[in-house]
């Protein structure tokens, strides 16, 4: 990768990393729904007169279909199914678990699309969800009576997130970066516009809540999303969610000073061995992996 590439890549993933923390943070006072269709609107808002400016505005109509298939199941879903986990998972371990994202791009590319692995890859599928097992195992790791089912949300948003990534590269590569993101993000927040209308919190948000949403909508969503298309279209699928490698690190950290969370040995044992994995899958390490 370019110097370029790599520098957006640690930005993104400074800005997702934090944005696992404030979502925990946040969705006490607003709930899953509310939270995550002011993420998305903000998000859409901010970046609309830079679109118009630009003169990208008629590109959302090129591709209806296909932009609404990415906005569902691709963008609304994952951040509700986030949203939800948020509950209930510290920060740290739902960046841990999320970051399972390239493992599933890994495998949907081996069953999908014949691509071959090869033995250091293939054992860094097994390590990765073994790492999952040790962060799961017991009740140390989970906030709640519900934490497992929060779990398997985490593990279902990675693996939708590579089935979307692979769709945006294959349907929409040609959509610019700009007009994708605020087209994805508008047509998410609309459709979850409802939701959150019905769900919306009987008690005002306090100041620091709404400080965490604009957070949340402008530099994680906003500004992320489009270094992520970005670099999905420069870097290809698999190495663009190598992002999700980096942001434990960002979040683990940060969810410690900020919220207090404890991080017990269960956690970075289990984090230590999912990332493992997950170089492994990417073909990272070791250099030449393959056979």
């Not at 609304?76 to 999320?98: D, E, I, K, M, R």
């Amino acid at each position: 990768m370019r110097t370029r590439d790599v520098v957006e890549l640690l930005l993104l993933s400074v800005l997702w990393g934090a944005a696992y923390l404030f979502m925990r943070a946040a969705v006490p006072a607003f709930g899953p729904g509310p939270l995550i269709a002011l993420r998305m609107a903000i998000a859409a808002a901010v970046l609309l007169p830079l679109l118009v400016w630009r003169g990208g505005v008629t590109q959302l109509a090129a591709h209806p279909v296909a932009l609404l298939v990415l906005a569902l199941p691709f963008t609304a879903l994952p951040f509700l199914l986030l949203g939800f986990s948020a509950q209930h998972l510290t920060a740290g371990l739902l960046s841990v678990l999320n970051a399972t994202a390239p493992l599933f791009a890994a495998l949907l590319a081996h069953f999908m699309f014949h691509e071959r692995l090869g033995r250091w890859r293939s054992a860094g599928l097994v390590i990765g969800f073994a790492g999952v097992a040790l962060l799961t195992a017991g009740s140390g790791s989970l906030r709640s009576a519900d934490g497992l089912l929060a779990v398997v949300a985490v593990l279902v948003t990675s693996a939708l997130w590579s089935v979307g990534a692979n769709f945006t590269r294959r349907r929409l590569g040609g959509m610019d970066s700009l007009a994708l993101t605020v087209g994805s993000l508008a047509v998410a927040s609309m459709a979850v516009a409802p939701l959150a209308a019905l769900t919306w919190p009987a008690q005002q948000p306090p100041l620091r809540a709404w400080i965490e949403v604009v957070f949340l909508g402008v530099a994680s969503s906003g500004l992320g999303f489009l270094l992520y298309y970005r670099l999905l279209r420069r870097i290809g699928p698999v190495r663009a969610m190598s992002v999700t490698f980096l942001n434990p690190v960002v979040a683990l950290i940060a969810g410690a000073l900020y919220l207090g969370e404890s991080v017990t040995w269960q956690t970075l044992a289990g984090a230590a061995v999912v990332l493992l994995g997950t170089a492994l899958s990417l073909g990272l390490w070791p250099r030449r992996s393959g056979v």
